[in-house]
């Protein structure tokens, strides 16, 4: 399973929706011009997480996105499903001729371990768990 950067933006949205929640909204050119992502795109993003309840949005000059629930409830699922339309191992009807897959209980077995796993993070431990700032620089000497 591989992610498209898109979801990784969607994410990093989410972390920083996270780590503003409860306060003023933010602004979408703010979190993409911190996180080096195109804002427009970044805008698209937000309006799919809109569109699906996870995010919300005020208008006006105080205005801008914001998680519409507790991150702590919130989960990566939620926002990778909502990006990715869902959790895909490999489609059997572009591998196979036949479109039947030989090890298709295997993989969903291991479809539903990772969403369980995504199931279980919340955005807050997603937001925990970021070892670092985009656009930061971390030397060491």
């Known amino acids: ?12 949205a989410s972390v920083d929706l996270t780590r503003h929640y409860g306060g003023a909204p933010v602004r979408a050119a703010s979190i993409a011009d911190k996180h080096g992502i195109p804002t427009r795109f970044l805008e698209l993003i937000l309006s799919e997480l809109v569109n699906a309840g ?13 998680l ?6 919130a ?7 909502t990006i990715e339309g869902g959790i895909t191992i490999f489609d059997c009807g ?8 030989m090890f298709t209980d295997y993989m969903g077995g291991l479809r539903a371990a990772i969403e369980n796993y995504l199931k279980n993070t919340t955005l ?10 985009l656009n930061t620089l971390n030397y060491v000497i």
């Open 68 to 73: 519409k629930s507790d991150p702590n409830e």
């Open 1 to 12: 399973m591989r992610l498209t950067a898109k979801t990784y933006y969607a994410l990093v």
């Open 124 to 133: 807050k431990e997603l937001s925990d768990s970021a070892k670092f700032e």
């Open 94 to 101: 572009k591998i196979s001729e036949t479109g039947q897959c």
């Open 54 to 66: 996870i995010v919300s949005s005020k208008r006006g000059s105080d205005g801008g996105f914001y």
């Open 75 to 81: 989960t990566v699922y939620d926002v990778v499903v």
